[in-house]
Nanobody, 119 residues
Framework: QVQLVESGGGLVQAGGSLRLSCVVS???????????YRWHRQAPGKQREGVAT???????TYADSVKGRFTISRDNVKNTVYLQMNALEPEDTAVYYC??????????WGQGTQVTVSS
């Protein structure tokens, strides 16, 4: 059973920064390597949305709303994915979830970490 443990959320003023971390317990699911590491978020009353993705090979993609402000990265030794969030805005307030997807399509989610940005 793959486990994802997120940390780093909290309360910050607009314009501030936070770094989220997600420790992934395994690098494969039933022999299938993880293909993508993703961060999603869900604000109250809204659908969950993808924020950033880093593939096993390294390329990254971002939602338009966070481009230039957020950076996703991965430490292969620690098997940890990070989301550096700068210039935070009240609209970034949400529960942030870490998600991994294997090449076979298997997917696992973390429990989420709350990020609150005050104006």
């Amino acid at each position: 059973q793959v486990q994802l443990v997120e940390s780093g959320g909290g309360l910050v003023q607009a314009g501030g920064s936070l770094r989220l971390s997600c420790v992934v317990s395994e690098t494969t699911f039933s022999g299938n390597p993880i293909a993508w590491y993703r961060w999603h978020r869900q604000a109250p009353g809204k659908q969950r949305e993808g924020v950033a993705t880093i593939s096993r090979g390294g390329p990254t993609t971002y939602a338009d709303s966070v481009k230039g402000r957020f950076t996703i990265s991965r430490d292969n030794v620690k098997n940890t994915v990070y989301l550096q969030m700068n210039a935070l805005e009240p609209e970034d307030t949400a529960v942030y979830y870490c998600n991994v997807v294997s090449f076979s399509g298997g997917t696992y989610w973390g429990q989420g970490t709350q990020v609150t940005v005050s104006s």
